[in-house]
């Protein structure tokens, strides 16, 4: 994407950078504390404050966990949990064997600052049990600081606080990552929710808008090769009214497809807009084309109603009417259209085939239930005693503008 913003250089470094940076690290403090070991067994006590003479033994002890301490570090992204075992082991032998000598400081120095280093990745990368077992086990291991020398007590709360720290550090790291990545897949399954109820709207858009047209065509078209030869006039009427309703059933699918674009150029037909109950005259017109004359009856005060509630109930009679123009078998039907306080009441009656038309129970039927149920309303469809066929809706009016 050429707009994708800039990623953080810690975002763009891949794990064999981040690997090298913790070898540097270790090999660094590795380094200092060999360098601080041999300068305190050659100059054991030079501020004069007691400490006994490091042996050979010692030496040795010091030089090996400073190397361990040091590969523990470089290793530390590849087993946190082990190489955190293995540095508390040495603070401890580091203890037990240098406690009273100054060579203890130094070493001591290095597994502070790399056991903060181990807690913060823990903490970060592992779950909040494991994390505070982690902190309990470095924090038992600075006191054991208290067995050393009065060098290693004193510098107890020094070392206290940088593992808290960077403990606590890691921990709010680590779970700052997981909100991110969990709003990131909650924010997916959202887009992809509302992709498919985009979807699911456009497709009843579609079905509502070309099953209609196409009925209407289909029975004039049979209805002109029916008569052309003894009635030319009456077979041209009927190509007029199949011309027309190409017309305007190419414009609306323009309008709807336009959305589904992305972005837009000038020589776009502009989106239409939604068809309201005001333009039920037009929809019975082209029914009335197609064969079946459709009487309009509506109740109660006609006024504006949000434009969601007006579309919904649009599509619903203009499904209803389809279906009794392909299944119905009959030339008549009444449509009832009623303007309650705090609903909308639509119902659309033929005297047709009824129980006998079982295709009627397809995409178009389960289309008008998903308009109504998005507005909490209540939709019932079929046959009636005897004879015909009954659709009908209740759209309530409350919540209708946060659906609109």
Not at 44 to 59: E, L, Q, S, V, W
Not at 150 to 177: D, K, M
Request: some cysteine; overall charge positive.
């Amino acid at each position: 994407m050429p707009n994708a913003p800039h990623p953080p250089l810690t975002k763009r470094l891949r794990p064999g950078h981040w690997t090298v940076l913790d070898a540097l690290t270790g090999a660094l403090l590795t380094y200092v504390a060999w360098q601080g070991a041999r300068d305190t067994y050659r100059v054991f006590d030079p501020h004069h404050r007691g400490y006994p003479r490091p042996t050979a033994a010692m030496f040795v002890v010091a030089l090996a966990a400073t190397v361990v301490v040091g590969v523990s570090v470089a290793l530390r992204r590849r087993f946190p949990l082990s190489v955190c075992a293995a540095v508390f082991a040495c603070w401890t032998v580091v203890v037990a064997v240098l406690g009273q000598t100054s060579m203890a400081r130094v070493v001591g120095t290095q597994i502070v600052v790399a056991s903060a280093l181990l807690l913060y990745l823990v903490a970060a990368t592992r779950n909040r049990r494991t994390a505070l077992l982690a902190l309990g086990a470095g924090l038992a291991g600075v006191a054991a600081a208290r067995f050393g020398s009065g060098e290693l007590r004193h510098n107890i709360p020094i070392a206290l606080a940088a593992q808290t720290t960077f403990w606590a550090v890691g921990y709010a790291v680590g779970r700052h990552r997981a909100y991110a990545a969990e709003l990131r897949a909650y924010q997916a399954r959202d887009a992809l929710t509302e992709r498919t109820r985009e979807r699911l709207r456009l497709a009843r858009e579609l079905h509502d808008v070309i099953a209609h047209s196409m009925s209407v065509v289909t029975v004039q078209a049979g209805y002109g090769h029916f008569v052309i030869d003894d009635h030319p006039q009456e077979a041209k009427a009927a190509l007029t009214t199949i011309q027309a309703v190409g017309r305007d059933t190419l414009r609306e699918l323009s309008g709807l497809l336009s959305v589904l674009r992305e972005g837009g150029t000038d020589d776009c037909l502009p989106v239409l807009p939604a068809p309201r109950l005001g333009e039920l005259g037009r929809l019975i017109t082209r029914t009335a084309e197609a064969g079946v004359k459709a009487d309009l009856r509506v109740l109660g005060r006609r006024r504006e109603l949000p434009p969601g509630i007006e579309l919904s109930a649009y599509r619903i009679v203009q499904e209803a009417l389809t279906n009794v123009v392909k299944h119905a078998g009959t030339g008549e039907c009444q449509v009832t259209v009623g303007y309650q306080e705090s609903e909308l009441t639509v119902e659309v009656v033929d005297d047709g085939a009824g129980a006998a038309a079982p295709s009627r129970n397809g995409q178009g039927l389960a289309g008008m239930r998903e308009r109504v149920g998005l507005y909490g309303g209540e939709f019932s469809a079929g046959p009636l005693p005897g004879r015909g066929f009954r659709v009908a809706a209740r759209l309530p009016m409350a919540g209708a503008e946060g659906n609109a």
